[in-house]
């Protein structure tokens, strides 16, 4: 049995290439082997990060502060890089909590909250998913919050800065990697900005699909379409926002219901849309079921029939952010109202198809 566990903790060597080019048209990208790491997916797998030479990169620069089980797997790389992806959104001080590239928890602080808070509320969100996490932060982290964080099995934390009391604390796992970033406010946001790069999806011949990185129109209440009888409160229009935000960084088919700037569950990759409503309710009622009552809904994608607002009015959930898009849409709006729902259109889809 300890040679099986013995592969997880062990690096597999690699051979892959220092650099290589990628010609797209008359445009030359180059990509510089920035690290080993431990393994790739699974142990037997091997795998190096890369970077784009001479320009500014978060993950491609990263820096490990400390190391365990010999260095970051790739899984480690892919489940910090998703998670600063979703607090990359947020001014506020932030924290997301992921496991298999979908979050389990995150939380942005409200008035008064300290980091720990913060993460707590990440964290509890889904405290049975979140054992064996990555833990991201868009700000410093200080010693009480990295005490919590290693009051349970977490595999490894991201973020741009830590106090020393943080590193010592953190110090006292072992197996743990903390890594540093910088350069979180390259990564591309918003439509209408330079993105800097293009995203590749190897396929299993080594064929490749090129596209641009997913950026949102969404900024603000006002690029929302109300489009009930009811318009949403203020509270609900942050929470929607919020929710949105989260939800593009869901494995499609995506479902987050939120309240008060954290998680209340997550509903990730589902091949229909009603069964990722019914886990994230399952999941909300099995862990904090009075959260529901006020709570908001984001989909990554419309709603096709009004199943998914028949299921949500049950528990009290309050409103609804989607693509719209639907031939059913009118009946889906319906629904909406009969409960008093409220619901908003942002005419674009986030699916993380992935």
């Known amino acids: 049995m300890s040679k099986l566990r013995d ?26 082997k920035r690290q080993s790491l431990r393994y790739g997916v699974n142990p037997h797998q091997q795998a190096a990060l890369y970077s784009p030479a001479g320009k500014k990169a978060v993950m491609g620069n990263l820096k490990e502060l400390k190391t365990g089980k010999q260095g970051l797997s790739q899984t480690n790389v892919e489940d910090m890089d998703r998670a ?32 720990r808070e913060v993460y707590l509320r ?21 010693g009480d919050t990295a005490g919590e964080i290693v009051s349970t099995f977490v595999e490894g934390v991201v973020a741009p800065r830590y106090e020393q009391g943080a590193v010592e604390k953190f110090g006292e796992k072992r197996n743990m990697r903390v890594v540093q970033i910088a350069n979180l406010d390259c990564l591309p946001k918003f439509a209408g900005g330079e993105t800097g790069y293009l995203c590749l999806s190897v396929l299993g011949d080594g064929s490749i699909v090129v596209s641009d990185p997913y950026t949102t129109k969404i900024r603000r209440k006002d690029d929302l379409q ?32 939120a309240k008060d700037g954290c998680t209340v569950s997550v509903g990730a990759g589902q091949q229909d849309r009603v069964t990722a409503v019914k886990i994230a309710v399952d999941k909300a ?11 908001v809904l984001a989909s990554d994608g419309f709603l096709p029939f ?11 959930v309050s409103a609804v952010i989607q693509p719209g898009g639907s031939v059913r849409d009118q009946e889906v709006v319906d629904a909406c109202d009969q409960y008093g729902i409220a619901m908003v259109f942002t005419g674009e889809r986030c ?4």
């Open 122 to 142: 990440a964290r509890d969100s889904d405290s049975q998913a979140a054992f064996g996490s990555i833990v991201g932060f868009n700000c410093p982290v200080d």
């Open 84 to 115: 600063l992806n979703i607090l990359k959104y947020f001014d506020a001080p932030a924290c997301a909590v992921m496991k298999h590239l979908n979050p389990t928890g995150v939380a942005v602080a409200r008035k008064n909250d300290t980091l």
């Open 7 to 32: 592969i997880y903790h062990t690096a597999l060597p690699e051979k892959l290439p220092q650099q290589f080019r990628i010609f797209l048209g008359d445009k030359e990208l180059v990509y510089e």
């Open 285 to 295: 009622l099995k862990w904090h079921a009075e959260s529901l009552r006020g709570s």
């Open 306 to 316: 009004r199943d998914s607002i028949d299921l949500i009015a049950k528990y009290d």
């Open 226 to 257: 109300p489009v009930t009888r009811r318009t949403p409160t203020e509270r609900e229009f942050e929470d929607m926002l919020f929710a949105w935000y989260v939800c593009a960084n869901v494995r499609s088919n995506g479902i987050v219901l």
């Open 351 to 354: 699916f993380a198809h992935f």
